[in-house]
Nanobody, 128 residues
């Protein structure tokens, strides 16, 4: 089992930036593809971005493409989400999640069902 802890959320004005971090512990971090999801009040959890175990392949939701960048540092057991040009509609609780490479194909990383471990979430609020 891997434990995930997100940090870096907060309140920012529209057009601003935030960098989220997700620190993993308990298992070999490079054994997991990693993803970011978000959930706004009254809405379902939605895919934001994902990165393969090696960092070679990345995936983005259309709504964040060109504004968000996912990266990882396996030596630090951490995945990051750099969020630029933030919009009020980006307001949500952001969750990181881990998908075991032995059980989840990279082609499935946009689906929440592919992830076996989840963090507690960090709130991002973008004011207009």
């Amino acid at each position: 089992q891997v434990q995930l802890v997100e940090s870096g959320g907060g309140l920012v004005q529209a057009g601003g930036s935030l960098r989220l971090s997700c620190a993993g512990s308990g298992r070999t971090f490079s054994n997991y593809h990693m993803g970011w999801f978000r959930q706004a009040p009254g809405k379902e959890r939605e895919f934001v971005s994902a990165i393969s175990w090696s960092g070679v392949r990345t995936y983005y939701a259309d709504s964040v493409k060109g504004r968000f960048t996912i990266s990882r540092d396996n030596a630090k057991n951490t995945v990051y989400l750099q969020m630029n040009s933030l919009k009020p509609e980006d307001t949500a609780v952001y969750y990181c999640a881990a998908a075991p490479i032995t059980r989840t194909l990279v082609d499935d990383l946009r689906q929440a069902r592919g992830y076996f471990y989840w963090g507690q979430g960090t709130q991002v609020t973008v004011s207009s």
